[in-house]
């Protein structure tokens, strides 16, 4: 499966963005399809995912986005985005997709869970 992250852009604190994560060669909806980030000089970390449509496409966040971020999926254009509101300037970072095809009960919030990537987009938050 390849992924493809755009949408990345520069806004100011207060501001909203989405990105998406499109995707070709495997059907998102039957995937667990994850954000995570990296900002300079951090460790990659767990945004939010969105399961598979059999696992009723429930949703995770982590607690430093939770009731700003939303993400979601598109089925017909097998496409999962992030809408992000009330950016922080702490939101800055390289926002990656990642998805699988794997099914664990836990909350799927390591980098290793997932088993594709895509490039990332840059997202800045100027406060």
């Known amino acids: 499966v390849q992924l493809q992250a755009f949408g990345g852009g520069s806004v100011q604190a207060g501001d909203s963005l989405r990105v998406s994560c499109a995707a070709s060669?495997?059907?998102?909806?039957?995937?667990?399809t994850a954000w995570f980030r990296q900002a300079p000089g951090k460790e990659r970390e767990f945004v939010a995912n969105?399961?598979?449509?059999?696992?009723?496409?429930?949703?995770n966040y982590a607690d430093s986005v939770k009731g700003r971020f939303t993400i979601s999926r598109d089925n017909a254009k097998n496409t999962v985005y992030l809408q992000m509101n009330s950016l922080k300037f702490e939101d800055t970072a390289v926002y990656y997709c990642?998805?699988?095809?794997?099914?664990?009960?836990?909350?799927?919030?390591?980098?290793?869970?997932?088993?594709?990537w895509g490039h990332g987009t840059l997202v800045t938050v100027s406060s």
């Open positions: 990642g998805t699988t095809e794997r099914h664990f009960l836990g909350p799927m919030t390591r980098a290793d869970d997932y088993s594709y």
């Open positions: 969105i399961r598979r449509s059999l696992s009723s496409s429930t949703t």
């Open positions: 060669g495997r059907t998102l909806s039957r995937m667990t």
